[in-house]
């Protein structure tokens, strides 16, 4: 099989899982996906999914968008502050994962309203939706969301 242009995923990959400590049958277990092809895209002969990214992302306790940007899902360069601004509001203790989610829903209404939603944002919006069913049962309509925020920062408009 020749290989594909993801190898440095692929050495990112396996450099990760040795710093925690994990076999690649550990790995491929905690992140839903097959040992062989675990396997293969540590050696760079297989491409994943965003979906298969952000499993692994998860069970290594790392950024999916770090995974994503070295897939070739995500540009580094024009989404570097993309990345940032869903980093910080991911990482921000003070919000519950619900709140994270439509948070980053709203966020990405605007950017598509300003016209930056790319193919990648909408991949990223499926993750997103992905999430908040998984995680709150229901999704979250991202323009009620801001309604609602509308409503409570005035309630008298």
């Known amino acids: 099989m020749a290989s594909l242009n993801v190898g440095n995923l692929g050495e990112y990959l396996r450099e990760q899982r040795r710093n925690a400590q994990l ?50 899902i995500l540009d580094a360069e024009r989404d570097r502050d993309d990345v940032e601004t869903r980093a910080v509001i991911l990482a921000d203790p003070s919000l519950n994962e619900r709140q994270k989610q439509v948070l980053l829903q709203v966020y990405e209404s605007f950017r598509k309203e300003n016209g930056f939603g790319t193919d990648a944002d909408a991949d990223a919006d499926a993750d997103v939706k992905a999430d908040a069913d998984a995680g709150t049962g229901a999704g979250v309509d991202a323009d009620a969301a801001v309604d609602g925020a509308e409503t409570v920062k005035n309630p008298h408009s």
């Open 23 to 72: 076999s690649l049958r550990q790995l491929a277990d905690a992140a839903g996906v097959s040992n062989p092809y675990l396997s293969q895209i540590e050696r760079g002969l297989r491409k994943p999914s965003a979906e298969v990214l952000q499993q692994v992302a998860k069970a290594l306790r790392i950024s999916a968008e770090t995974l994503y940007v070295r897939a070739g």
